[in-house]
């Protein structure tokens, strides 16, 4: 069975004490994951180190980072890179969301270079791909979706591309209260699936996790986590709720 994710992205919130109570909280309630279940925490840098040491003895829950640099090192002040990630033991790391490319520009090119660099340090990138509401107003979301995944990822081998997760984020539906509904959400990821397939193979596509993100909640995740082609979410204000994230992470196939 493909991994099926529930990641939590803090985005800019909670002071650190905040964060590691609602770490505590969660980690508290002792949920066992399957061998295909991930809890993914995506925390601001600062915390990134208390975020890994609490989770490092728990079986398949994993730090992220929000954001990493297009270069490897350098005189970049004020950048976080890949290489310093992997010195603490960071697994995955969500690129593109549609906040980094709205407010910070993130353009596809620039991610293309952020995928690679996390794959080749061992690091697991979420993909961030979706549509603003004028582009779904006039039906045109599938191609949209299509030019950032060609611009940014069918880049890579299929050795790297297996390793990829990606998040569907229909960005009218993110912090609007607004969530696709579990149809239009399958739409989507079976039509990423249908991508993935033309560009590799069959095999490789069905290998690799789609994340919706968008609105989850714990009143909806099971309904969206229940369609074939989702696996799991990218979860903003609800992972900041104990219990609802809690309750998204027992929501999982």
């Not at 960071?90 to 293309?112: D, K, M, P, T, W």
Request: contains cysteine; aromatic residues 8%; negative net charge.
């Amino acid at each position: 069975m493909r991994k099926q994710i529930a990641a939590a992205n803090w985005k800019m919130n909670l002071t650190y004490k905040e964060g590691e109570e609602l770490l505590d909280t969660i980690l508290g309630e002792n949920i066992t994951l399957e061998e295909h279940q991930h809890a993914v925490f995506a925390v601001p840098f600062p915390y990134l180190v208390m975020a890994e040491k609490r989770l490092a003895g728990k079986k398949n829950y994993f730090a992220a980072a929000q954001n990493v640099s297009d270069k490897k090192s350098g005189a970049y002040t004020g950048e976080v890179s890949v290489e310093m990630l992997q010195s603490i033991h960071i697994g995955y790391c969500v690129l593109g969301h549609s906040e980094r490319r709205e407010f910070f520009s993130e353009l596809n090119q620039s991610l293309a270079h952020k995928t690679a660099l996390c794959l080749k340090y061992g690091i697991t990138p979420i993909f961030c791909c979706g549509e603003p509401l004028s582009i779904r107003e006039v039906d045109a979301q599938a191609g949209f979706v299509e030019a950032q995944l060609k611009e940014s990822l069918f880049h890579l081998s299929e050795e790297d591309i297996a390793k990829v997760v990606i998040a569907y984020e229909p960005i009218w539906a993110i912090g609007t209260g607004k969530t696709a509904t579990s149809d239009q959400a399958q739409e989507m990821h079976l039509h990423i699936r249908s991508l993935l397939t033309s560009h590799y193979t069959k095999s490789i596509a069905a290998s690799i996790p789609i994340l919706y993100g968008g609105s989850v909640k714990a009143a909806n995740a099971k309904e969206l986590f229940g369609r074939p082609d989702v696996d799991g979410g990218l979860v903003g204000g609800a992972s900041l709720v104990a219990a609802d994230f809690t309750a998204i992470i027992r929501a999982l196939k």
